[in-house]
């Protein structure tokens, strides 16, 4: 392993970045109108194979998934480590890995095929070679809280600013975090999320100006960002504003299928240290039958990235036109109107169309089960006073179908055809408004939490007790109960009515109704 002999926690002021990267758009080279692990395994296909390998189908044109999806979906199925795609020097697997981290102005990338959960578990075991304890924005992504049971790592949890009328967490401000690193000598790294599922972009510069005058790196889960970069609309990503290391969730709204994922690292002052533990923790993480189909989605959306800078302009302007019509109609509102409100937020992702629902007098839960079942418009995600749509980059939907399915909602004096009351009435609850839980305290680890002993008890009776599992309101699958973290009441009530919402979910429960949890024995 590369190690620096300088002193971890005292980089030389030499080998921080003096200033952004160029964002990724501005640099591509010709290479990167190509796809060529996409290429390799089209044109591998396109050959009379006998296949006696897996995958089972064999590329059967009578088989049932064949039969079901087409004949080109299992003809493009293969396994690793072919001659010609992925074996051998200089492969197109290779070319395309290059090709990722130039488009995103890494010193290297990974093509990951478990999402970006799996990045962020990554992220989370290589820490314990920097530190013992991770100063971790409180409103990561579980998978966030699972690489901490992975990794054995304390944490110390920075609270994110939360908008009490909309119950929901933004970020953290360079301030919180430095705040944290000076009570946490022994700190590994500094972990935070930025875009939020609303969209709302922190200030990775200052954050990671901060970190890195600490003496540690800054990891960002970028997992709603993949895009960032690419358009002059679009803000910069994570590496050009200093991160060291950013997970890339390329699924989301780059393009790429669903589970397919990047983790990006930068050259910067931890890069040496970083690269070797990274590739360890990828390989042990990783499937070793990875999909090809999953890895080439992932060449073809970076092509598309880089490439497409009209037509992701064309989805901003998509977006744009969505909100203007919202605002201009009055009766609902655009929650990232009200972004300037919070010193944490610096910015906001312009494909990301968060409306109050709530202004317009149905809750979002009942506003996103009626698109999905009345109108047939599926949007990303619902609270009791949102719902979030989301525009891919690249793609140009029928907003004016949305706009006009949104406003024929029913308000809160309509019934429905049953006589049932719509609005916010509907799954209503004593409390009015659901609003986020505030944490317990700390007792254990999450890894230590996790692998104790364990009873099952019914809701109502954990309250005091020390969760040993994690408990997320899904999506955004932001936790609201950790390993190690006591149980409250205000938490059991929380998760009880989003579980009782339309589309409601909260995983990691033992059952549908959180009626019982696991707590430490």
Do not use: C
């Not at 994570?238 to 997970?247: F, N, R």
């Not at 499937?287 to 901003?316: I, P, Y």
């Not at 579980?499 to 033992?510: E, I, S, T, Y």
Request: charged content about 15%.
């Amino acid at each position: 392993m590369n190690t620096r002999t300088t002193d971890r926690r005292s980089p030389s002021p030499a080998l921080l970045p003096a200033a952004p990267a160029p964002a990724p758009a501005s640099r591509p080279g010709v290479g990167q109108l190509g796809a060529p692990y996409a290429e390799a395994v089209l044109g591998h296909a396109g050959r009379d194979w006998l296949r006696l390998n897996v995958p089972g189908h064999a590329a059967d044109p009578g088989s049932g998934l064949a039969g079901f999806f087409g004949s080109r979906i299992t003809a493009l199925d293969f396994p690793p480590l072919l001659d010609g795609i992925d074996l051998g020097p200089d492969t197109p697997l290779d070319r395309a890995l290059a090709l990722a981290a130039e488009a995103w102005g890494a010193r290297r990338t990974w093509f990951l095929t478990n999402g970006a959960s799996q990045g962020n578990q990554i992220a989370s075991m290589v820490a314990p070679a920097l530190g013992r304890t991770l100063v971790v924005q409180r409103s990561v992504h579980s998978s966030v809280i699972d690489g901490l049971v992975l990794s054995g790592l304390d944490a110390v949890f920075v609270q994110p600013s939360v908008d009490a009328q909309q119950g929901i967490a933004h970020g953290v401000t360079a301030a919180d975090v430095a705040a944290a690193l000076e009570r946490t000598p022994d700190a590994a790294a500094v972990y935070i999320v930025s875009p939020s599922y609303f969209g709302a972009v922190a200030d990775v510069r200052a954050i990671a100006d901060t970190a890195h005058a600490a003496g540690v790196p800054l990891i960002v889960d970028e997992a709603w960002g993949s895009h960032f970069g690419f358009h002059p609309g679009l803000p910069a990503n994570a590496l050009s504003s200093g991160a060291d290391l950013a997970t890339s969730s390329t699924h989301k709204l780059a393009g790429s299928l669903t589970q397919s994922a990047m983790l990006h690292l930068a050259e910067g002052p931890f890069a040496d240290l970083l690269e070797p533990l990274v590739d360890r923790a990828f390989r042990l993480v990783q499937s070793t039958s990875a999909s090809a189909l999953l890895t080439a989605s992932l060449d073809l959306a970076r092509r598309s990235l880089v490439t497409g800078t009209d037509t992701t302009g064309s989805s901003v302007e998509a977006a744009d036109r969505v909100r203007a019509a919202v605002r201009a109609l009055g009766r609902f509102g655009v929650v990232s109107d009200g972004f300037h409100a919070f010193p944490d937020i610096v910015g906001a992702d312009p494909l990301r169309i968060a409306i109050d629902t709530r202004a317009g007098g149905i809750t979002g839960h009942e506003a996103r089960r009626r698109l999905f079942r009345d109108h047939q418009i599926m949007v990303e995600v619902a609270t009791d006073a949102a719902i979030v749509a989301v525009i891919g980059a690249g793609s140009v939907p029928d907003t004016d179908r949305f706009v006009e399915a949104l406003h024929t909602l029913p308000s809160p004096l309509t019934t429905d055809a049953a006589g049932t009351g719509t609005g916010t009435g509907a799954h209503a609850h004593a409390g009015g408004m659901l609003r986020l839980p505030t944490p317990g305290a700390t007792k254990l680890t999450a890894r230590e939490a996790f692998l104790s002993p364990a009873v099952v008890l019914a809701a109502e009776e954990a309250v005091g007790r020390i969760s040993a599992d994690t408990l997320a309101a899904y999506p955004p699958g932001i936790p609201n109960v950790l390993p190690g973290e006591v149980v409250t009441a205000e938490a059991v009530r929380f998760l009880q009515e989003t579980a009782a919402a339309p589309n409601g979910h909260v995983r990691g429960a033992l059952d549908l109704g959180v009626t019982r949890l696991r707590v430490v024995a």
